[in-house]
């Protein structure tokens, strides 16, 4: 393989792993139980009431499988904590991408690093890992990197959007890595979310919309959204459908454990690369 195209193929695996982690923020946590809801209960009050016990949740671990826009499949399993800080690693493969589609994703002190690819090695004088400033970041790498600002969001933000559906139902019981759930479903447009933002307080309001973002970069205005609630009110598993501008975006997450905790640590600097200073020596080049 060409320089150029060991470059090309980099970029679209880091672009496949940010836009992943970005993707995650679909739901939290998961639990056992019964996945019986209240015969009092409707489907939209069942859906909230899983929600609002996201605001618990401090650190998860979850599958997820799924196809995202230009990058195509991604399979990942991953642990993160969102309190008292944000930190999260990831496994990621990216089947689309072939051989440099496997790559390890860990964010802790608000930096990002990627790695764990031979093939990326090859290319960085034998450092295995990329590393970027989150706050720095911004959308400077454009498609390199989509929804790479996003990336350090709690993800209970986004599973509180199924809250916005005007026409959420339930579908039925059915069993989740063998806990029974209660499957609820709903289609939310971008506007109708923006506008059941406006009744929450100013900090939750603000994250709701700071997330809406990725979504409304990718051109989907409109998503397909499905929660599996387990009998303890939580989100067992949560899926994400829409129609994005470059390609179809279907992600699902499956809650595997939740509130233990989760230890993540950067690699050795002496493995260590600087992505600011690779991608603009791509630029350059």
């Known amino acids: 393989m060409g320089t150029s195209a060991r470059r090309s193929a980099r970029c679209r695996t880091i672009g ?7 993707l995650a923020a679909g739901a939290v946590s998961c639990g056992k139980g019964s996945g019986e809801e209240s015969p009092k ?15 618990d949740i401090s650190s998860f671990r979850y599958r997820m499988k799924g196809k995202v826009p230009e ?20 496994k990621m493969t990216a089947p689309d991408q072939g051989t440099e589609g496997t790559v390890e994703i860990r964010l802790v002190d608000k930096a990002m690093y990627i790695g764990g690819n031979a093939e990326m090695a090859k290319e960085m004088d034998g450092k ?17 990197a989509p ?12 599973s509180a959007f199924l809250t916005g559906a005007k026409d959420v139902k339930k579908v039925g019981t059915e069993t989740v890595d063998g ?35 990725q979504y409304e970069k990718l051109g989907v205005d409109k ?17 994400m459908q829409g129609d ?10 499956t809650f595997l454990d939740y509130n233990k905790p989760v230890t993540v640590t950067a690699p050795p600097a002496k493995d260590t690369a600087d992505l600011a200073e690779m991608m603009k020596g791509l630029q350059d080049g």
């Open 223 to 239: 998503l397909k959204m499905d929660m599996w609630v387990d009998g303890e009110d939580h989100a067992k598993q949560f899926r």
């Open 71 to 90: 990058q195509g499949r991604v399979e990942a399993e991953a642990s993160m904590r969102t309190k008292p800080d944000v930190a999260m690693t990831m």
């Open 147 to 158: 929804g790479a600002s996003q990336a350090d969001q709690n993800p209970a933000t986004e």
């Open 128 to 144: 295995s890992w990329i590393k970027f400033d989150m706050s720095a970041l911004g959308d400077d790498l454009g498609g390199a």
């Open 16 to 22: 496949a792993g940010l836009a992943a982690v970005a």
């Open 179 to 213: 806990v029974k759930t209660t499957r609820y479903s709903g289609t939310v447009t971008l506007d109708e979310l923006k506008a059941s933002f406006k009744d929450e307080a100013k900090a939750t309001r603000e994250a709701r919309e700071k997330s809406l973002q």
């Open 41 to 55: 209960m409707t489907p939209a009050a069942a859906v909230a009431k899983a929600a609002k016990n996201t605001e």
């Open 244 to 253: 994005a501008t470059k390609g179809p975006l279907d992600m699902t997450i």
